[in-house]
């Protein structure tokens, strides 16, 4: 994974619960830098290895703290950092979703070894399924609060209705059905 | 129309998000969706010239324009300012009628700095459209240029913790070494006057041992100063300095060791070696010292032969190699590379000899090269003896250059030399009395004690003394506040201070000349180099039994100069016929007088920016000078005089060069009547 997950991770645990808090996430994940270059492509182990950490250190769940970073990467990193390719991803949720492949498709052009991950949407009504498609494994309540993160951004909350694995051979494809409830 | 095959609108449009076709008459007949989106105007098909600025081509009037630019890119904002288009031409029908399409996309680049608050979709490009990546290459280079910036600025804190951590280190360093050399001091010196007491074997071999360790302990306090000293090494200033001279202060130094061991100890100048230097004098002396102190260590007979030639270079640059040779033991091949190593002596482990020393000699050595922009290394083998080199680049400062000369140490000194005179000596610590006195008296010198800054004034101004040395820290007011007050009343002519102060730095020596001392010495106080700073000032009981008053007492410095350099004979004969020779002495003593009072003048005037004063004092001196047939450093400073008139820039340090001229001009006249 490219370097500004890991950096986004730094800053959410640096912002939400201090300096210590991540030396020791750093400490306990054995991982040596506490720099890492945006864009630079790091090992993924690295970063699971400082989610496990976190979890450690803040006495929380893994799924918890992964999702907690989901929401972060989208009102905070992604915000900051990829301010207008945000805003030009779309006016609401179903549209950003609906161009996050395109979106990808394009880095993929650009950065060679980006493996980004795809989502589909079906609409029926209120509902929406909304398919995640990853060759790699773990970080589905990254994506949940990924989407909870779109959700709010939009001015909305994100109520999972359904959650559902299926079976692939390699990495992960979850259906989420969900609703979107206005604040 | 035969010539092509008609493109539906459609196709493009899935292709290029902007389309804008326009006919024969340049009216718009058709736009694709982005391009209604962002200008709704194009609904009522208006001229293209009514909508859109043309950037490029550089011509768009007519049709034709358009179709001699089908291979060009076309660059066009709306005249509203909220919108613009980037892409190319193609050659189209409608309703059979032959139009021309611009394909492309919003032109993002001009939209993004132009009009950023209309905010294109990532559907208003088309897939294959590169423009988006281009934005995310910008967006991913602003993210690494915000990096670097994090990066730079977390770097910038550590280096200023670290640069204080650091200072403090050394601070506490140099302190800690300070505050250990001031007792040592006390050790040493009594160590020193015990060895001079009638002792039993087994007293003095006890003796010895304590010696050779109080010695090692002072060695390693050095070595930690030096260290602190180097990392000061910014501050440090390069000078200007007479090599020669400085060659001659090592034999002076370590001339007494190798007579105790009845080592032979020779100097030899290569010609061409520069007199007059530029860089670091207390480097360059400390390097030798060391090397030549070694050298003496570790050989029971047999020389040690400094030498100092020329290797390179053109006028001014040069590069010049030291080396240090000595007749004994030499050192294994595999001893080499770890010779330089902090801590590494030449005895094996295990067989540790009372006087070899701390091993932390050459590691300073090889720093201080290093810092000088030298290399070093050293030729040697077992049985055979040593040879450490170091190439050093340098400036020469004057023109003059030594010829070939050999100085024997062994030969001319005579460490037996008994001064005589009377010393105030000035401390507060009644030890450093007790022992300083003891010392002194040891060299056949009278000696008087201050315990404070009032005393050593007092007595200074009210009783006759020879030389003063002087304390640098006392309780009521320090020795630079009592040599300022002594100098109120006796010039340095007329009273010599020495400094005497347990700070070995370059910097403190500078305070010290500079308030008005003529010599400085650290403590504790070694004998050898105490008898060498007080053989400048007191007149020695040998020299007063030969009954000969020599105008200089350095005899070493023979040679080092070629008087044909500085004196033109013709003038002096021409003198010698005029005054006779009766009077020549007596005449010469004068000019020797008056040229001091005038350079004492000259320096004063400079020292406080008086640029009449120094004019003044310049022509003097090149006038008294050339009288005698002084013709070099007459010369020298009527072209300095010449400069000043016309307000031409004179070169930096040139009243330090010229001092150095001028001393051995003077050494050169004495050497002259001396024939006579």
């Known amino acids: ?183 | 129309m035969s010539d092509f095959a008609p493109i539906a609108f459609g196709d493009l449009q899935r292709l290029f998000s902007v389309v804008i076709s326009f006919d024969e008459s340049m009216r718009i007949v058709y736009a694709s969706d982005t391009v209604h989106t962002y200008l709704p105007e194009v609904k009522k098909c208006p001229q293209l010239n009514e909508i859109f600025s043309v950037l490029r081509p550089g011509k768009l009037e007519t049709f034709a324009h358009a179709l001699n630019s089908l291979d060009s890119l076309c660059l066009m904002t709306a005249l509203n300012g909220r919108f613009a288009v980037r892409g190319q031409f193609l050659v189209d029908s409608f309703n059979d009628e032959k139009v021309i399409c611009l394909c492309g996309s919003p032109w993002l680049f001009w939209m993004s700095s132009n009009c950023p608050d209309v905010r294109l979709s990532l559907s208003d490009f088309s897939a294959q459209d590169v423009q988006l990546d281009q934005l995310f290459f910008m967006t991913t280079e602003k993210q690494m240029v915000e990096d670097l910036e994090n990066l730079t600025a977390e770097l910038t804190e550590t280096k200023n913790t670290l640069v204080k951590a650091h200072d403090a280190q050394r601070r506490f360093f140099a302190q800690m070494s300070h505050e250990m050399r001031t007792p040592l001091n006390g050790v040493v010196s009594a160590i020193g006057l015990l060895e001079s007491q009638s002792l039993d074997q087994k007293q003095r071999q006890l003796l010895g041992l304590a010696s050779s360790s109080s010695d090692n302990l002072m060695e390693v306090i050095n070595y930690v100063l030096d260290l602190s000293k180097m990392e000061l090494a910014g501050e440090e200033r390069d000078s200007i300095f007479d090599l020669p001279q400085l060659l001659r202060s090592i034999l002076d130094i370590t001339g007494a060791k190798a007579k105790e061991k009845s080592l032979e100890l020779v100097l030899k100048l290569g010609s061409g070696v520069p007199h007059c230097c530029s860089g670091n004098a207390s480097r360059l002396r400390q390097t030798l010292l060391n090397l030549t102190m070694n050298a003496i260590k570790f050989t029971d007979k047999g020389s040690v032969t400094i030498e100092a030639v020329k290797l390179s270079g053109e006028d001014p640059n040069c590069l010049l190699k030291f080396s240090v040779t000595d007749t004994g033991a030499g050192i294994a091949s595999v001893e080499k590379d770890r010779i330089f190593e902090p801590f590494w002596t030449a005895q094996p482990e295990g067989l540790d000899h009372p006087d070899s020393g701390t091993g932390l000699g050459l590691d300073i050595v090889r720093r201080n090269v290093e810092y000088m922009g030298g290399k070093m290394d050293l030729k040697s083998e077992l049985g055979s003896g040593s040879t450490f080199w170091f190439d050093w680049p340098t400036t020469a400062e004057s023109a003059l250059t030594v010829a070939d000369m050999t100085v024997d140490k062994t030969q001319i000194a005579d460490p037996g030399t008994k001064l005589s005179g009377k010393i105030l000596l000035a401390d507060d610590n009644e030890t450093n009395l007790i022992l300083g006195a003891m010392i002194i008296e040891s060299l056949g010198v009278e000696v008087a004690t201050a315990h404070n800054g009032t005393e050593a004034v007092a007595a200074a101004l009210n009783d006759h003394y020879d030389l003063v040395l002087m304390d640098i820290h006392m309780p009521d007011f320090d020795g630079l506040e009592a040599t300022r007050r002594i100098r109120e009343m006796k010039a340095t002519e007329v009273l010599p201070i020495v400094a005497l102060t347990a700070l070995a730095y370059e910097k403190e020596k500078e305070r010290c000349i500079g308030g008005g001392m003529n010599g400085y010495l650290t403590k504790p106080i070694v004998r050898q180099e105490l008898m060498n700073e007080l053989g400048k000032w007191l007149p020695s009981s040998n020299q007063l039994l030969a009954g000969k008053n020599s105008m200089n007492s350095d005899s070493d410095s023979r040679d080092s100069y070629l008087d044909v350099d500085l004196f033109d004979s013709d003038v002096f004969e021409e003198l010698k016929r005029q005054i006779g020779v009766d009077n020549l002495e007596t005449v010469l003593a004068k000019v020797a007088a008056e040229a001091s009072q005038r350079w004492t003048d000259l320096v004063a005037a400079d020292a406080c920016d008086d640029e009449a004063g120094v004019q003044r004092n310049v022509h003097s001196l090149s006038s008294i000078f050339r009288s005698v047939g002084l013709m070099h450093v007459g010369d020298k400073l009527a072209s300095i005089e010449g400069k000043l008139r016309t307000g031409e820039k004179v070169e930096d340090g040139w009243l330090e060069s010229l001092a150095i001229i001028k001393t051995e001009s003077l050494k050169a006249l004495e050497r002259t009547l001396a024939k006579h």
């Open chain 1, 1 to 183: 994974m490219y370097g500004v997950i890991n950096n986004s991770l730094k800053e959410m645990i640096y912002e939400k619960f201090g300096e210590d808090k991540w030396q020791q996430v750093l400490s306990v994940s054995g991982v040596p830098d506490d720099s890492f270059l945006s864009m630079r492509s790091y090992d993924d182990a690295l970063t699971y290895r400082l989610a496990n950490a976190a979890s450690e250190v803040l006495g929380a769940p893994v799924d918890a703290c992964l999702e907690m970073f989901g929401e972060y990467w989208v009102l905070e990193t992604a915000t900051k950092s990829y301010g207008m390719l945000m805003d030009a991803a779309g006016n609401d949720m179903l549209e950003f979703l609906s161009n996050m492949n395109n979106l990808h498709d394009r880095i993929t052009s650009t950065f060679l070894n980006y493996v980004p991950p795809e989502f589909f949407v079906e609409s029926t009504n209120n509902t929406h399924k909304i398919h995640y498609v990853s060759q790699r494994k773990g970080l589905i309540s990254f994506v949940v609060g990924l989407l909870k993160g779109l959700a709010a951004r939009f001015g909305h909350d994100l109520i999972i209705l359904d959650q559902c694995d299926l079976d692939v051979d390699k990495g992960t494809h979850t259906v989420f059905q969900v609703e979107l409830v206005p604040k």
